[in-house]
């Protein structure tokens, strides 16, 4: 397995992130802000939509590191639209759930780590990765700004 820096990067704010999810989850939660953000990402990507989460990129991009091609890349709306066809016509997804979400009403950012299971074309058994997902709130709602498998 290659550790470059952007796998101990993923590999840290993925640490960090749970870390911080198993903190909070003791607490009772109030309703979450960003939870229509979310609830919107996990309908589009369980039937494999690609224009939606397109649609749900922040006006300044996404960073994206998940599929084959190792790093993580930039791309906007409308490169995440062929990023995202070509990812699902690659892959059958057979469940996508989030597991952790956290959010606060007055913050910036909001975060959710998300497992994926999916089967490629010709491979047998499915797989699952897990996923961190970043929003950022804009002027006009909340935008997707970071997908990253952990690996």
Do not use: C
Not at 42 to 54: P, Y
Not at 63 to 79: D, M, N, T, V
Not at 127 to 150: K, N, Q, Y
């Amino acid at each position: 397995m290659q550790r470059g820096p952007d796998n101990k990067r993923s590999l840290w704010l993925a640490v960090a992130l749970v870390g911080a999810l198993a903190g909070a989850a003791a607490a009772a939660p109030a309703a979450d802000p960003a939870q229509d953000a979310f609830s919107a990402i996990a309908r589009a990507w369980l039937v494999e939509d690609h224009a939606a989460l397109a649609n749900l990129i922040a006006p300044d991009g996404a960073e994206i590191a998940l599929g084959p091609r190792p790093g993580a890349r930039r791309y906007s709306a409308s490169q995440a639209f062929y990023f995202f066809k070509t990812l699902f016509r690659s892959t059958d997804t057979d469940a996508f759930r989030f597991s952790l979400q956290r959010s606060e009403s007055d913050a910036a950012l909001a975060h959710a780590v998300a497992d994926w299971s999916y089967r490629r074309a010709g491979q047998e058994g499915a797989r699952v990765e897990r996923l961190v997902f970043t929003l950022a709130r804009g002027e006009t709602g909340w935008g997707l700004t970071d997908i990253h498998a952990i690996r």
